[in-house]
């Protein structure tokens, strides 16, 4: 499904509504709906059991947001997380210029694939993707021009030369996107934090940032944990909790938002031993979205081509959302950059002492960094398809169903009466419903066809459905539904409960 689709579907479900949207809405903002915090809740807690549960030497955390403002300092945050941004005159419209240079050469690649389709439909099976790439003319003359568009962007980036930046936009003849002009402001560093101010301190003293990442906050706690734990090392503190980001482009739903949510794990270990564990959790960490019955196809690592100073060897794990492959979830090794920074801005030792070794070191830090709503965004698109079935009568029909995996579906079971005018039926049906609400997320439906009721259900990716019939009252049988199979089958209502369990318990890793 496009984009489009699943944002209009996300809304008529009750998944995701943009924020404040009877005042027109505040973009990059979004507030989760009755189905979209209990699919949101069942990520976190796939991820918190992955990580905690699952791991003797990792423990949690949940710091605040505001904290001291020296940490964004030492972190570097307040001179460096910045994005390059300019302005169109005419249309007044923002953008980050690294973007605009970076969507023109999505428009040459384009060119490109149009060439390399005709190309294919010309020569059939014999045709050479790469020999014609190289060898025919127009077509590798778009692929020098990006080679030599990418090597002055990197140039620029890497070296602040913002002056470098506006003549690259420039030289390619970018446009305003929404007005076509070419009237650009110069290039400017624009801070991605937040700001607030502290009650009782005026000005610059006063100043709080919102929290761009949760990671600091475990990185200022760390010895706080790892003495009142009785941690040793290899040991790791998880978090999940919110971030926000002053985000120029807010593009692509909830692909890139101004407030979000962040699940980071920092796993501090001997210095000299980080790449050991750094293959360990690329590992473990792909492992987990396998797991979730995620196609291999739509996963994959991608390598930083740019180092951030602090960081020895950083990958993601993309995934392939409906606009490409783009970043899901990050892995770095951040070396000792920050815990070292912390110790000379606080002027407090932050150091672990060794048994094993009986020494003193600062530990070296791997960190694994997902956002719940990138998370929420690829499981939406990953399961919502659109699919033939056969209806009752043995004839194809349309339905849209949410494929999710069960351990994450928001509803694990509908409780229907077949009739809603029978009070004998919706009574036992609502007996039904109470049984099962003790240990499941429940609906009880009883509008509309059971057909109907039934689309209702798979649209949010119910797994199961029971309906309660006239022969439940003599025999105590209930019809399940299987959502993916469309399996139909009777059994007693004692039963149910530990089928549903069976069907929706978490993925094994
Ligand atoms: N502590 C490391 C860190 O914050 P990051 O790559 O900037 O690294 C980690 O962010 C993850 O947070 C990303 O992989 C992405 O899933 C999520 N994320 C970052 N910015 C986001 C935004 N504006 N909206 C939604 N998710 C975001």
Redesign the pocket.
């Known amino acids: 499904m496009d984009l489009k689709q699943l944002v209009s579907h996300a809304k008529e479900y009750g998944f995701i509504y943009q924020s404040s949207e009877v005042y027109d809405g505040l973009s990059a903002v979004y507030d989760y709906g009755p189905n979209g915090v209990e699919l949101k809740n069942n990520i976190k807690q796939y991820w918190w059991r992955a990580m905690v549960q699952m791991h003797e030497n990792i423990v949690g955390l949940d710091s605040a947001i505001f904290m001291h403002p020296t940490i964004w300092k030492a972190s570097g945050h307040v001179d460096a997380f910045n994005d390059p941004l300019v302005d169109n005159k005419d249309s007044k419209k923002r953008y980050r210029a690294d973007v605009l240079v970076e969507d023109h050469i999505v428009k040459i690649e384009g060119k490109i694939e149009k060439e390399v389709k005709k190309a294919m439909k010309r020569f059939g099976e014999d045709f050479d993707e790469e020999k014609f790439k190289s060898e025919h003319p127009r077509v590798s003359g778009y692929v020098d021009q990006i080679t030599s568009i990418k090597s002055r962007l990197k140039e620029t980036i890497e070296s602040g030369d913002l002056e470098g930046l506006r003549q690259l936009i420039v030289d390619l003849d970018i446009a305003d996107p929404v007005s076509g002009s070419r009237n650009w402001t110069e290039v400017r560093q624009f801070n991605l934090m937040f700001n607030t101010q502290l009650g009782n301190v005026a000005g610059e003293e006063g100043k709080l940032y919102l929290r761009p990442?949760t990671?600091q906050g475990i990185f200022v706690n760390y010895l706080n944990v790892q003495k009142t734990q009785r941690m040793k090392i290899p040991f790791g503190i998880a978090q999940i909790g919110k971030a926000f980001?002053n985000?120029i482009v807010a593009r692509q739903f909830i692909?890139?938002?101004r407030e979000?949510e962040?699940m980071?794990m920092q796993f501090f270990v001997r210095p000299g031993e980080e790449m050991k564990y750094y293959q360990e959790w690329k590992a473990q960490r792909m492992a987990w979205h396998l797991a979730l019955g995620t196609p291999e196809d739509n996963l994959r690592f991608h390598d930083h081509d740019n180092l951030a100073h602090y960081a020895n060897a950083a990958v993601d794990i993309q995934f392939k959302f409906p606009f490409g492959f783009k970043?899901?979830?990050?892995i770095h090794s951040r070396t000792d950059f920050d815990l070292k920074q912390h110790e000379d801005f606080s002027s407090k030792k932050l150091q672990y002492f060794d048994p094993e070794l009986q020494e003193n070191y600062t530990p070296y830090v791997i960190?694994t960094?997902?956002?719940v709503?990138?998370m929420f965004l690829a499981m939406f698109s990953n399961s919502l398809v659109i699919e033939e079935v056969p209806d009752a009568d043995g004839k194809s029909s349309e339905r849209t169903v949410m494929k999710l995996h069960p351990a994450l579906a928001p509803v694990k079971i509908a409780i229907l009466p077949l009739l809603k005018n029978k009070p004998e039926l919706t009574k036992k049906a609502k007996s039904v419903f109470d049984q099962l609400k003790l240990d499941f997320n429940c609906q009880y439906d009883e509008k509309d066809a059971i057909g109907r009721r039934y689309r209702r259900q798979d649209a949010i990716g119910t797994p199961y459905c029971v309906t309660i019939d006239f022969d439940t009252l003599e025999d105590d049988s209930v019809t399940i539904r299987d959502r993916d199979s469309l399996e139909q089958r009777r059994i007693s209502i004692d039963e149910i409960n530990s089928v549903v369990q069976k069907g929706i318990s978490w993925p094994t890793l």
């Open positions: 990442e990671a980001r985000e692909f890139r938002m979000f962040q980071e970043e899901l979830e990050g960190e960094s997902i956002g709503d990138r």
